[in-house]
């Protein structure tokens, strides 16, 4: 706990100090005055290309061409490495993605910039986090317990579900937290991130499930024994029967009106043997696409009440319907510079 909690006031206090130094800098985005195209297209990873998220994706659609007058087309993918390349590539002028994403991104096309991050509750950048889950099967938790407690120890020869490579929360952090514990092993004290991407160095088997709810899912059919997923990609199909969100030990499972992918694996529970927070994920912009004037109108957009109270969305907590982003509190959008994501980005090193 003493770990987590250590993490997670490093990541903020550098997120606060970087956020500081990058108001300073010259806002300025790319080197065009206007759009190249009439039509800003937008890409969206495999967690947010669902029909549960249609109506989020559409209103934001049609805010940015009233906004700029362009018709908006959507690009829905079921893999992230074709999203990312597809903006590194100028065919897309925007995309919704991960910090890992973006700072894949932004080292294949400098012209790449973050347009804003949801904040946290606070209506700030200083809550603003999502957790890394591991989570296992409920009826196999004692598994992966010494002496009552979950422990790392337990993980070794399983086999084990991850998102994508290009995830943070599904990959880049689990991937460093369970490094950072067992190179202290004299066993593995070789073992890297790359160790963990296929089954032999460490784990029995290693699957990939191309987002969040797939990661889920695997773990849910018994494909794997631990899975790697995000707090944020599968609330809207789960509930708490017991504990505190993101908190270790807590039970969630999966509503039994879960729509897909979680239609097969409805009322199945699962629970958490790590959570780890992680900086929120940004919209970014492929600045020689859409252009510095487009760039401005759509933080504009993006960071007004009209967006921040838009309940398609930021949907009311306890509301029914599925969206993008959640309101408990005072969550909107800010305008943040790109050495906000050095705390992750060091991560990938």
């Given at each position: 706990?003493l770990?987590?909690?250590?993490l997670?006031?490093t990541i903020?206090?550098?997120?606060?100090l970087l956020?500081a130094?990058?108001n300073?800098?010259?806002?300025?985005?790319g080197n065009?005055?206007?759009?190249?195209?009439?039509?800003?297209?937008i890409?969206?990873?495999?967690?947010?290309?669902?029909e549960?998220m249609?109506?989020?994706?559409?209103?934001i659609g049609?805010?940015i061409?009233?906004k700029t007058?362009?018709?908006v087309e959507h690009?829905l993918t079921?893999d992230y490495?074709?999203?990312?390349e597809?903006?590194v590539?100028n065919?897309a002028?925007l995309?919704?993605?991960g910090p890992i994403?973006?700072?894949?991104?932004?080292?294949?096309?400098e012209?790449?910039?973050p347009?804003v991050v949801?904040?946290g509750?606070?209506?700030t950048l200083?809550?603003?986090i999502?957790?890394?889950?591991?989570?296992?099967n409920i009826d196999e938790?004692?598994?992966f317990?010494?002496n009552?407690e979950?422990?790392?120890?337990?993980?070794?020869?399983?086999k084990?579900s991850?998102v994508s490579?290009?995830?943070?929360s599904?990959?880049?952090?689990?991937s460093?937290?369970?490094v950072d514990?067992?190179s202290?092993?004299?066993?593995?004290?070789?073992l890297?991130?790359?160790?963990l991407m296929?089954?032999g160095p460490?784990?029995?088997?290693?699957l990939f499930g191309?987002?969040?709810?797939?990661?889920?899912?695997?773990l849910l059919?018994?494909?794997?024994?631990?899975?790697a997923f995000?707090d944020?990609?599968?609330e809207?199909y789960?509930d708490?029967?017991?504990g505190?969100?993101?908190?270790?030990?807590?039970v969630?499972?999966v509503?039994?009106?879960?729509?897909?992918?979680?239609n097969?694996?409805?009322?199945e529970?699962?629970i958490?043997m790590n959570s780890?927070p992680v900086?929120?994920s940004?919209f970014v912009?492929?600045?020689?696409?859409?252009?510095?004037?487009?760039?401005?109108?759509l933080q504009?957009?993006?960071?007004s009440d009209?967006?921040?109270?838009?309940?398609?969305?930021f949907?009311?907590?306890?509301a029914?319907?599925?969206?993008l982003?959640y309101k408990?509190a005072?969550e909107?959008?800010i305008?943040v510079?790109d050495?906000?994501?050095?705390?992750?980005r060091?991560l990938s090193?």
């Amino acid at each position: 706990m003493l770990k987590k909690l250590s993490l997670l006031t490093t990541i903020l206090l550098l997120s606060a100090l970087l956020v500081a130094c990058g108001n300073a800098v010259d806002g300025k985005k790319g080197n065009n005055s206007s759009s190249k195209s009439d039509v800003i297209e937008i890409v969206w990873y495999p967690n947010e290309s669902g029909e549960d998220m249609k109506s989020s994706r559409d209103e934001i659609g049609a805010l940015i061409e009233e906004k700029t007058g362009k018709k908006v087309e959507h690009h829905l993918t079921t893999d992230y490495a074709i999203a990312i390349e597809t903006l590194v590539n100028n065919n897309a002028a925007l995309a919704f993605m991960g910090p890992i994403g973006y700072i894949e991104a932004k080292e294949g096309n400098e012209a790449i910039e973050p347009l804003v991050v949801p904040s946290g509750p606070s209506g700030t950048l200083d809550d603003a986090i999502y957790y890394s889950w591991l989570s296992v099967n409920i009826d196999e938790q004692d598994d992966f317990k010494e002496n009552g407690e979950f422990s790392l120890d337990t993980i070794a020869g399983k086999k084990m579900s991850f998102v994508s490579n290009s995830s943070t929360s599904g990959f880049v952090v689990p991937s460093s937290t369970i490094v950072d514990y067992f190179s202290e092993q004299e066993e593995y004290a070789d073992l890297t991130a790359d160790n963990l991407m296929e089954g032999g160095p460490f784990f029995e088997q290693v699957l990939f499930g191309n987002s969040h709810q797939g990661s889920a899912v695997n773990l849910l059919q018994n494909k794997v024994d631990v899975a790697a997923f995000c707090d944020t990609c599968v609330e809207s199909y789960v509930d708490i029967v017991e504990g505190e969100p993101n908190e270790i030990g807590t039970v969630y499972k999966v509503k039994d009106n879960a729509t897909e992918p979680f239609n097969t694996v409805q009322g199945e529970e699962f629970i958490l043997m790590n959570s780890t927070p992680v900086l929120n994920s940004p919209f970014v912009a492929n600045t020689d696409v859409l252009g510095e004037e487009d760039f401005e109108k759509l933080q504009e957009l993006f960071t007004s009440d009209e967006v921040a109270n838009n309940e398609k969305i930021f949907v009311p907590e306890d509301a029914e319907e599925s969206a993008l982003f959640y309101k408990s509190a005072d969550e909107k959008f800010i305008a943040v510079e790109d050495e906000w994501f050095n705390p992750i980005r060091e991560l990938s090193n």
